[in-house]
């Protein structure tokens, strides 16, 4: 399985991301970082099918929201994509996820506004991965080294709020979209402390 996408965000998202890491305890899902860029770390959880993992952290002004997801949570699938119709579910499931007011619900009253969102996955659509016969008809499979891939989604949101002390809850709207996420584990960090929670549907609120 290729590496995972890296993903570049602000110099500012780094320092903070970097001064949250050393306050966390060992056992708490982290990233690293190399040269500023932002790389998931095998300290997330497993990868576990219906479940997505976010690390959030309120300062100051600012909102940063990052999650890990498996692939099979937005799109069904985790293999390359076979065909037209994989590879544009991909794309849909890239433009969703890049408006965070549609994931996100957040207080009015905070004025809050996304300024940053970059999406990544495991995903190659630069290649065709589709395989013919000699009769010129496409097939839809791959080598079976490839089913056993486990393809995951990065996401990193920034939201600049001109309120942050009304900034006490954020509704989580995946399971909305994206009903095949069951639970969201969550770790954050606010001015309140450091707090956790796992969500499901029928929960989805996380009060801050």
Same mark, same amino acid.
Request: with cysteine.
């Given at each position: 399985?290729?590496?995972?996408?890296?993903?570049?965000?602000?110099?500012?998202?780094?320092?903070?991301?970097?001064?949250?890491?050393?306050?966390?305890?060992?056992?708490?899902?982290?990233? #690293?970082?190399?040269?500023?860029?932002?790389?998931? %770390? $095998?300290?997330?959880?497993? /990868?576990? =099918? !219906?479940?997505?993992?976010?690390?959030?952290?309120?300062?100051?002004?600012?909102?940063?929201?990052?999650?890990?997801?498996?692939?099979?949570?937005?799109?069904?699938?985790?293999?390359?994509?076979?065909?037209?119709?994989?590879?544009?579910?991909?794309?849909?499931?890239?433009?969703?996820?890049?408006?965070?007011?549609?994931?996100?619900?957040?207080?009015?009253?905070?004025?809050?506004?996304?300024?940053?969102? #970059?999406?990544?996955?495991?995903?190659?659509?630069? %290649? $065709?991965?589709?395989?013919? /016969?000699? =009769? !010129?008809?496409?097939?839809?499979?791959?080598?079976?080294?490839?089913?056993?891939?486990?393809?995951?989604?990065?996401?990193?949101?920034?939201?600049?709020?001109?309120?942050?002390?009304?900034?006490?809850?954020?509704?989580?709207?995946?399971?909305?979209?994206?009903?095949?996420?069951?639970?969201?584990?969550?770790?954050?960090?606010?001015?309140?402390?450091?707090?956790?929670?796992?969500?499901?549907?029928?929960?989805?609120?996380?009060?801050?």
């Amino acid at each position: 399985m290729r590496p995972r996408s890296v993903l570049r965000p602000s110099i500012t998202t780094f320092f903070i991301l970097a001064t949250w890491l050393l306050m966390m305890p060992a056992t708490v899902p982290a990233h #690293e970082h190399h040269d500023h860029d932002h790389q998931l %770390h $095998s300290g997330h959880g497993a /990868h576990v =099918h !219906g479940r997505a993992e976010i690390n959030l952290i309120v300062e100051e002004t600012m909102l940063v929201i990052d999650l890990l997801s498996p692939a099979m949570n937005l799109v069904g699938f985790e293999h390359q994509p076979r065909n037209h119709e994989q590879r544009a579910a991909i794309k849909a499931a890239k433009e969703l996820l890049s408006d965070g007011k549609k994931l996100f619900a957040l207080p009015a009253t905070a004025h809050c506004r996304q300024v940053k969102a #970059e999406i990544s996955s495991d995903f190659d659509l630069e %290649h $065709s991965h589709e395989h013919r /016969h000699d =009769h !010129g008809h496409q097939q839809d499979h791959e080598p079976a080294h490839h089913d056993h891939d486990h393809a995951d989604f990065t996401g990193l949101w920034e939201f600049h709020c001109e309120q942050p002390a009304s900034l006490t809850y954020i509704d989580f709207r995946l399971f909305e979209h994206f009903p095949a996420t069951q639970r969201l584990r969550i770790q954050a960090i606010t001015p309140a402390g450091q707090t956790g929670a796992e969500l499901r549907p029928q929960n989805a609120r996380l009060d801050l």
